[in-house]
């Protein structure tokens, strides 16, 4: 256990190392990509009709506090393989060591983001409940993982699906209550989104007086769809992928 835990903190340190090589800044580039990504965003929602929507200042930070981790976990994710594809198939190493990789980046990204929460929270209606909300995203993971790891897969014999990922975050992020308050007509489609629930369920910690979702059973289904391409994946493409490689 201890050394597959060392193998993995190895494996970040590389990936950061690759990812910024050249930077003249480094692994620093992750917090200031991510800040400039939270003044775009938040410069957006103050300079359009979005801020008319009633959405407040908090409501706002928080769902982008939420996404953006989760955004580039997804986009980390499907790529992971197809870049270490080499490694994988010289060194021996699991495939599964590889994708726990973009897992950890994103819980470190959530802690480069933290000062932003932390000084956001001394003038809005913000609660400081960090480990229950790390724990919700880490519930979004859990039902996005099996999805991510069959398209990492596929990545390998498609060479790269960047280009429809990013169109698929784009058109995620824009369907989900972020940046604006959904109205009844928006919301009826939006119930169907599955990240919707674990996005209401963060803010009900982090904002104050929020009201606690009320769980669809369409939940359960995307729980059940998930997993049974987890299953598929490990039958079958598993072996044809170990076969590419």
């Known amino acids: 256990m201890k050394a597959r835990i060392s193998l993995l903190i190895e494996l970040v340190k590389r990936d950061y190392a690759v990812q910024y090589a050249g930077a003249g800044i480094g692994i620093f580039w992750a917090f ?56 994988i198939k010289r060194s ?7 994708m726990f990789v973009p897992i950890i980046q994103m819980l470190i990204q959530i802690l480069i983001l933290a000062p932003i929460f932390i000084y956001a929270m001394n003038w809005f209606d913000l609660n400081a409940i960090f480990i229950l909300g790390i724990l919700v995203q880490l519930g979004t993971v859990l039902l996005i993982y099996p999805i991510l790891r069959y398209l990492a897969m596929i990545n390998l014999f498609l060479k790269d699906i960047s280009q429809v990922i990013r ?45 606690f979702p009320i769980l669809s059973a369409s939940l359960i289904l995307w729980f059940a769809v998930s997993y049974l391409i987890w299953f598929l994946v490990e039958s079958k493409l598993k072996v044809r992928v170990l076969d590419h490689l």
């Open 32 to 87: 200031f990509q991510s800040v400039i990504t939270f003044i775009i965003f938040l410069s957006v929602w103050k300079q359009t009709k979005l801020e008319q929507s009633g959405a407040s200042f908090s409501y706002t930070i928080s769902g982008l506090y939420f996404w953006i981790p989760i955004q580039d976990l997804i986009q980390r994710s499907v790529g992971i393989l197809s870049e270490n594809r080499n490694i």
């Open 167 to 211: 169109l698929f975050l784009q058109v995620s992020f824009w369907s989900l209550p972020i940046l604006y308050l959904p109205n009844i007509k928006i919301l009826n489609y939006i119930e169907y989104n599955p990240i919707y629930y674990f996005l209401e369920m963060y803010r009900y910690l982090i904002l104050k007086d929020y009201h």
């Open 92 to 98: 021996g190493i699991s495939m599964e060591m590889f």
